[in-house]
Protein backbone atom coordinates (compact mmCIF):
# COMPACT_ATOMS: atom_id res chain seq x y z
CA UNK A 1 0.00 0.00 0.00
CA UNK A 2 1.07 3.78 -0.44
CA UNK A 3 2.68 5.78 2.33
CA UNK A 4 3.21 8.51 3.35
CA UNK A 5 6.74 10.65 3.65
CA UNK A 6 6.30 13.01 6.75
CA UNK A 7 9.12 15.97 7.20
CA UNK A 8 9.09 17.67 10.74
CA UNK A 9 11.08 20.76 8.86
CA UNK A 10 9.94 22.06 5.94
CA UNK A 11 12.34 21.00 3.11
CA UNK A 12 14.10 24.55 2.19
CA UNK A 13 17.35 23.98 0.68
CA UNK A 14 18.07 20.58 1.54
CA UNK A 15 15.63 18.78 -1.29
CA UNK A 16 18.86 17.43 -3.03
CA UNK A 17 20.28 16.21 0.16
CA UNK A 18 17.08 14.49 0.83
CA UNK A 19 16.80 12.66 -2.80
CA UNK A 20 20.07 11.57 -2.25
CA UNK A 21 19.77 9.49 1.24
CA UNK A 22 15.90 8.81 0.34
CA UNK A 23 15.62 8.07 -3.47
CA UNK A 24 17.77 4.38 -3.53
CA UNK A 25 15.42 2.94 -0.87
CA UNK A 26 12.45 4.19 -3.04
CA UNK A 27 14.00 3.33 -6.76
CA UNK A 28 13.48 6.42 -7.71
CA UNK A 29 15.57 9.22 -9.68
CA UNK A 30 17.10 11.31 -7.47
CA UNK A 31 16.74 14.44 -9.36
CA UNK A 32 12.44 13.64 -9.79
CA UNK A 33 12.34 13.01 -6.30
CA UNK A 34 13.80 16.34 -5.32
CA UNK A 35 11.78 17.99 -7.06
CA UNK A 36 9.12 16.23 -5.43
CA UNK A 37 10.44 17.17 -2.62
CA UNK A 38 11.10 21.00 -3.56
CA UNK A 39 7.34 21.09 -4.12
CA UNK A 40 5.93 20.00 -1.06
CA UNK A 41 5.14 21.79 2.57
CA UNK A 42 6.84 18.48 4.71
CA UNK A 43 4.63 15.53 3.48
CA UNK A 44 4.95 13.73 0.57
CA UNK A 45 2.35 11.17 -1.16
CA UNK A 46 4.81 7.83 -2.52
CA UNK A 47 3.38 5.33 -4.43
CA UNK A 48 5.86 3.12 -3.10
CA UNK A 49 4.69 -0.03 -0.35
CA UNK A 50 4.79 0.92 3.42
CA UNK A 51 8.12 -0.99 3.73
CA UNK A 52 10.33 0.95 1.68
CA UNK A 53 8.78 4.60 2.95
CA UNK A 54 9.79 3.49 6.52
CA UNK A 55 13.09 2.33 5.49
CA UNK A 56 13.80 6.19 3.75
CA UNK A 57 12.48 7.37 6.35
CA UNK A 58 14.94 5.76 9.05
CA UNK A 59 17.56 6.50 6.81
CA UNK A 60 17.07 10.16 6.99
CA UNK A 61 16.63 9.67 10.74
CA UNK A 62 19.82 8.18 10.69
CA UNK A 63 21.11 11.34 8.70
CA UNK A 64 20.02 13.67 11.30
CA UNK A 65 16.57 14.21 8.85
CA UNK A 66 13.38 14.59 10.86
CA UNK A 67 11.54 12.25 8.79
CA UNK A 68 8.90 9.60 9.84
CA UNK A 69 6.64 7.14 7.52
CA UNK A 70 2.40 7.24 8.07
CA UNK A 71 0.14 4.89 6.68
CA UNK A 72 -2.60 6.96 4.29
CA UNK A 73 -5.43 5.16 6.18
CA UNK A 74 -4.07 7.04 9.06
CA UNK A 75 -4.55 9.99 7.05
CA UNK A 76 -6.97 10.77 4.21
CA UNK A 77 -8.09 13.23 1.76
CA UNK A 78 -9.55 15.87 4.28
CA UNK A 79 -13.08 16.10 3.37
CA UNK A 80 -14.33 19.43 2.10
CA UNK A 81 -14.39 22.38 5.13
CA UNK A 82 -17.50 22.60 6.76
CA UNK A 83 -17.87 26.83 6.95
CA UNK A 84 -19.16 27.50 11.23
CA UNK A 85 -20.78 30.47 11.71
CA UNK A 86 -20.47 30.00 15.20
CA UNK A 87 -17.50 28.47 17.55
CA UNK A 88 -19.33 28.44 21.11
CA UNK A 89 -16.47 27.51 23.74
CA UNK A 90 -18.45 28.00 26.69
CA UNK A 91 -19.34 24.21 27.02
CA UNK A 92 -15.97 22.32 28.73
CA UNK A 93 -16.47 19.06 27.18
CA UNK A 94 -17.27 20.14 23.51
CA UNK A 95 -17.26 23.22 20.97
CA UNK A 96 -20.27 23.64 19.67
CA UNK A 97 -20.23 24.65 15.40
CA UNK A 98 -22.77 26.26 13.83
CA UNK A 99 -22.61 24.91 10.43
CA UNK A 100 -26.42 25.20 9.16
CA UNK A 101 -28.52 28.20 8.91
CA UNK A 102 -31.55 26.43 11.20
CA UNK A 103 -30.99 22.97 13.67
CA UNK A 104 -28.36 21.59 15.82
CA UNK A 105 -24.74 22.57 15.66
CA UNK A 106 -22.28 20.17 14.74
CA UNK A 107 -20.88 19.01 18.55
CA UNK A 108 -16.95 18.13 18.56
CA UNK A 109 -14.93 17.14 21.78
CA UNK A 110 -11.68 19.34 22.99
CA UNK A 111 -10.17 16.07 23.16
CA UNK A 112 -11.19 15.22 19.48
CA UNK A 113 -9.44 18.22 18.23
CA UNK A 114 -6.01 18.06 16.77
CA UNK A 115 -5.31 21.52 14.75
CA UNK A 116 -6.18 24.74 15.47
CA UNK A 117 -4.36 27.30 13.04
CA UNK A 118 -5.34 30.96 12.47
CA UNK A 119 -4.36 31.99 8.45
CA UNK A 120 -4.85 34.59 6.42
CA UNK A 121 -6.47 33.09 2.89
CA UNK A 122 -6.20 35.33 -0.25
CA UNK A 123 -3.03 36.62 -2.29
CA UNK A 124 -3.51 39.85 -2.16
CA UNK A 125 -2.10 39.63 -5.65
CA UNK A 126 -3.86 41.45 -8.80
CA UNK A 127 -6.66 39.63 -10.30
CA UNK A 128 -7.32 38.98 -14.01
CA UNK A 129 -9.17 42.45 -14.93
CA UNK A 130 -12.53 42.05 -16.29
CA UNK A 131 -12.33 40.80 -20.36
CA UNK A 132 -9.62 38.79 -20.21
CA UNK A 133 -9.64 35.58 -21.84
CA UNK A 134 -9.89 33.01 -20.06
CA UNK A 135 -5.88 31.15 -19.50
CA UNK A 136 -4.69 34.37 -20.63
CA UNK A 137 -2.95 37.03 -18.19
CA UNK A 138 -3.50 40.25 -20.43
CA UNK A 139 -6.62 42.17 -21.68
CA UNK A 140 -7.72 42.24 -24.83
CA UNK A 141 -6.51 46.15 -24.96
CA UNK A 142 -3.01 45.19 -23.62
CA UNK A 143 -2.78 43.16 -26.43
CA UNK A 144 -3.61 45.94 -28.84
CA UNK A 145 -0.90 48.09 -27.38
CA UNK A 146 1.48 45.00 -27.65
CA UNK A 147 0.72 45.04 -31.43
CA UNK A 148 1.26 48.83 -32.14
CA UNK A 149 4.31 48.76 -30.55
CA UNK A 150 5.82 46.02 -32.51
CA UNK A 151 4.45 47.86 -36.05
CA UNK A 152 6.13 51.25 -34.55
CA UNK A 153 9.16 49.27 -35.57
CA UNK A 154 8.14 48.60 -38.92
CA UNK A 155 6.52 51.90 -39.73
CA UNK A 156 3.23 50.71 -39.08
CA UNK A 157 2.14 52.47 -36.44
CA UNK A 158 0.41 55.25 -38.78
CA UNK A 159 -2.05 52.41 -39.19
CA UNK A 160 -3.48 52.33 -35.30
CA UNK A 161 -3.45 55.92 -35.54
CA UNK A 162 -6.11 57.14 -33.05
CA UNK A 163 -6.80 53.75 -31.78
CA UNK A 164 -5.12 53.48 -28.78
CA UNK A 165 -6.73 56.08 -27.11
CA UNK A 166 -8.92 54.64 -23.98
CA UNK A 167 -11.55 56.68 -21.90
CA UNK A 168 -12.04 56.54 -18.13
CA UNK A 169 -14.18 53.59 -18.09
CA UNK A 170 -11.87 51.56 -20.02
CA UNK A 171 -8.74 52.38 -17.92
CA UNK A 172 -11.18 51.17 -14.63
CA UNK A 173 -11.60 48.19 -16.33
CA UNK A 174 -7.98 47.45 -17.27
CA UNK A 175 -7.10 48.42 -13.84
CA UNK A 176 -5.89 45.16 -11.75
CA UNK A 177 -7.66 44.76 -8.33
CA UNK A 178 -6.10 43.73 -5.12
CA UNK A 179 -7.89 40.69 -3.64
CA UNK A 180 -7.68 41.67 0.36
CA UNK A 181 -6.40 38.67 2.52
CA UNK A 182 -9.55 37.31 5.28
CA UNK A 183 -8.16 36.09 9.07
CA UNK A 184 -9.47 32.27 8.68
CA UNK A 185 -9.31 29.85 11.77
CA UNK A 186 -9.01 26.16 10.05
CA UNK A 187 -10.27 23.47 13.12
CA UNK A 188 -9.27 19.62 12.14
CA UNK A 189 -11.29 16.83 14.65
CA UNK A 190 -10.92 13.58 14.33
CA UNK A 191 -14.14 11.67 14.18
CA UNK A 192 -12.63 7.89 14.18
CA UNK A 193 -10.04 6.44 12.59
CA UNK A 194 -9.08 8.41 9.42
CA UNK A 195 -12.34 10.17 9.51
CA UNK A 196 -11.71 13.69 10.30
CA UNK A 197 -14.37 16.90 10.48
CA UNK A 198 -12.71 20.12 8.79
CA UNK A 199 -14.30 23.39 10.42
CA UNK A 200 -13.54 26.74 8.86
CA UNK A 201 -14.78 30.42 10.16
CA UNK A 202 -13.88 33.56 8.73
CA UNK A 203 -13.51 36.15 11.25
CA UNK A 204 -16.03 38.74 9.41
CA UNK A 205 -18.43 36.39 9.89
CA UNK A 206 -18.56 35.39 13.06
CA UNK A 207 -20.98 35.71 15.21
CA UNK A 208 -19.48 36.70 18.64
CA UNK A 209 -22.66 36.69 20.84
CA UNK A 210 -21.14 33.61 22.46
CA UNK A 211 -18.35 35.50 23.67
CA UNK A 212 -18.60 36.99 27.94
CA UNK A 213 -18.15 40.48 27.15
CA UNK A 214 -18.65 40.83 23.11
CA UNK A 215 -17.30 44.11 22.06
CA UNK A 216 -18.09 46.80 19.02
CA UNK A 217 -14.87 46.35 17.49
CA UNK A 218 -14.65 43.42 15.27
CA UNK A 219 -10.83 43.04 15.92
CA UNK A 220 -11.07 42.57 19.59
CA UNK A 221 -14.16 40.06 19.37
CA UNK A 222 -11.65 37.67 16.94
CA UNK A 223 -8.81 37.61 19.54
CA UNK A 224 -11.17 37.08 22.81
CA UNK A 225 -12.90 34.48 20.60
CA UNK A 226 -9.41 32.93 19.69
CA UNK A 227 -8.13 32.78 23.45
CA UNK A 228 -11.69 31.29 24.52
CA UNK A 229 -10.75 28.30 22.15
CA UNK A 230 -7.20 28.16 23.20
CA UNK A 231 -8.00 27.73 26.72
CA UNK A 232 -9.92 24.87 25.89
CA UNK A 233 -7.78 23.08 23.38
CA UNK A 234 -6.10 20.23 24.38
CA UNK A 235 -1.69 20.17 25.02
CA UNK A 236 -0.05 19.51 22.38
CA UNK A 237 -2.54 20.86 19.21
CA UNK A 238 -1.47 21.86 15.80
CA UNK A 239 -1.34 25.81 15.68
CA UNK A 240 -1.39 26.16 19.48
CA UNK A 241 1.67 28.48 18.67
CA UNK A 242 0.25 30.67 16.42
CA UNK A 243 -3.45 31.03 18.15
CA UNK A 244 -1.48 32.56 20.91
CA UNK A 245 0.41 34.87 18.11
CA UNK A 246 -2.79 35.64 16.94
CA UNK A 247 -4.02 36.67 20.53
CA UNK A 248 -1.84 39.61 20.31
CA UNK A 249 -3.09 40.65 17.18
CA UNK A 250 -0.31 38.92 14.56
CA UNK A 251 -1.22 37.14 11.17
CA UNK A 252 -1.22 34.32 10.66
CA UNK A 253 0.57 32.70 7.82
CA UNK A 254 -1.04 33.28 4.22
CA UNK A 255 -2.12 31.09 1.62
CA UNK A 256 -3.08 32.51 -1.80
CA UNK A 257 -5.93 29.72 -1.92
CA UNK A 258 -7.54 26.84 -0.38
CA UNK A 259 -5.54 24.19 -2.32
CA UNK A 260 -2.18 25.66 -0.82
CA UNK A 261 -3.68 25.85 2.73
CA UNK A 262 -5.41 22.09 2.77
CA UNK A 263 -1.63 21.32 2.16
CA UNK A 264 -0.41 22.75 4.90
CA UNK A 265 -3.25 21.96 7.16
CA UNK A 266 -2.66 18.11 6.07
CA UNK A 267 0.78 18.22 6.98
CA UNK A 268 0.14 20.01 10.07
CA UNK A 269 -2.11 17.41 10.89
CA UNK A 270 0.34 14.45 9.76
CA UNK A 271 2.56 16.02 12.48
CA UNK A 272 0.14 15.86 15.22
CA UNK A 273 -1.18 12.35 14.18
CA UNK A 274 2.22 11.08 14.18
CA UNK A 275 2.47 12.83 18.33
CA UNK A 276 -0.57 10.62 18.79
CA UNK A 277 0.60 7.50 17.95
CA UNK A 278 3.75 8.37 19.54
CA UNK A 279 6.38 8.60 16.86
CA UNK A 280 7.00 11.92 16.91
CA UNK A 281 8.65 13.75 20.45
CA UNK A 282 9.59 17.14 20.53
Not at 13 to 34: C, G, M, Q
Not at 74 to 94: C, E, F, G, H, M
Not at 112 to 139: I, K, R, W
Not at 166 to 179: C, G, H, M, Q
Amino acid sequence: MPALLVGVEPPGADSAAIATIAAPYLRLLPLDFAAAVRRSVGLLELAQPEEAVEAAAAALRAAGRRYYALSPQLLPRLPKPLQASTLDPRDAQRLLAQVQLTGPPEAVPWTSVLVALPVQLGSGAAVPAAGAEAGQAQPLARKVMGVASSLAFTGGLSLLAGKGKKDASEKSRERPAAEPSRALLVLVAVRGPGDFVRLHTYADRCNYRVLAAPQPNAEANWRALLAALRARLPTGVAGAEALAAAETGQRGPLFADDAALVEYTRWQLALCVLRRLGHLRE
